[in-house]
């Protein structure tokens, strides 16, 4: 829900990843990496972290290297309405109990 809201304000995808690898390193890039919780039941967590749990960072095909928490909400939607990028951050957080529903 919180990704079609920003795509709306803006015209464009919050997250425009050209694959899985890089649609996870866009969304770490604005929400920093998943809490250890979420890692631990991941069945799939080698293919996007190290053994130390830390993100692979991969270049997508332009070469451009996405590091997660370096972009704040803010900053990647343009916008200065901080009600609505409060409620956005509540509608994206990683941990869906705490998620807004």
């Known amino acids: 829900f919180g990704c079609i809201l920003a795509e709306l ?3 464009c995808p919050l997250y425009p990843g050209q694959d899985e ?3 996870l390193l866009c969304i770490m890039e ?3 990496v998943p809490p250890p919780r979420m890692l631990e039941l991941s069945t799939r967590k080698k293919h996007f972290f190290d053994s130390m749990g830390n993100p692979r ?3 997508n095909a332009k070469g451009k290297k996405r590091r997660p928490g370096t972009k ?5 939607l343009r916008c200065n309405d901080m009600a609505f990028i409060r409620f956005l951050e509540g509608c994206l957080r990683w941990d ?3 998620r807004f529903s």
């Open 57 to 59: 960072i991969i270049p």
């Open 21 to 23: 690898v890089e649609q």
């Open 9 to 11: 304000f803006t015209g």
């Open 96 to 98: 869906p109990t705490q």
């Open 30 to 32: 604005i929400q920093d």
């Open 72 to 76: 704040t909400l803010q900053h990647a």
